[in-house]
């Protein structure tokens, strides 16, 4: 399986891709935990179907700690006595804020209850640009159907340089 279209070897799209990772690198830098950033990235991800961040995101939380179990629970939350609190508030969030048409009114005044029960000022506004910025990148992955499997740990660590 080929991708459609190389985003990369495109002169505007390689530049666009090289601003969205110094976005995310902000984020990466802000106050809110990695676990937590990676668990919003692989919900969003398998909501919007995209086997490429999937691929990635499993990985670098792979290679940070986390256990397979939670990995694996991760669709089903709901379900799962694995998560904290905390990461049930946000798995909440990930969903409302990436199933926006679904309701229509976005993310609930419950689950932003339960998010700021969680979360100071700095973590929530990271958390709000991380739900978006994750569903940029799995629109833009479907799109050109990148596909899954070949991600590395680190592989794209030199292009945010």
Sequence with gaps: MEARFNLMDNEVAA????????????????????????LVK???????????????????????GESAVRLALIAAWREATVFTEAERAVL????????LADTGRGVSDETWARVREHFDDDQVAALVCLVAMINA??????????????????????LSQ
Excluded at 25 to 32: D, K
Excluded at 53 to 63: E, I
């Design 137 to 158: 990148a799995n629109r833009m992955n479907v799109i050109v159907r990148n596909p899954a499997g070949a991600y590395e740990p680190g592989m794209f660590a030199a």
């Design 92 to 99: 909440a969030f990930a969903e409302e804020g990436t199933r």
């Design 15 to 38: 530049k666009f891709s090289k601003r969205f990772l110094g976005a995310a690198l902000v984020l990466e830098h802000s106050p809110l935990n990695a676990t937590t950033q990676e």
């Design 42 to 64: 692989i919900r969003a991800s398998q909501l919007n179907g995209c086997g490429f961040c999937l691929d990635m995101h499993t990985k670098d939380a792979a290679a940070a």
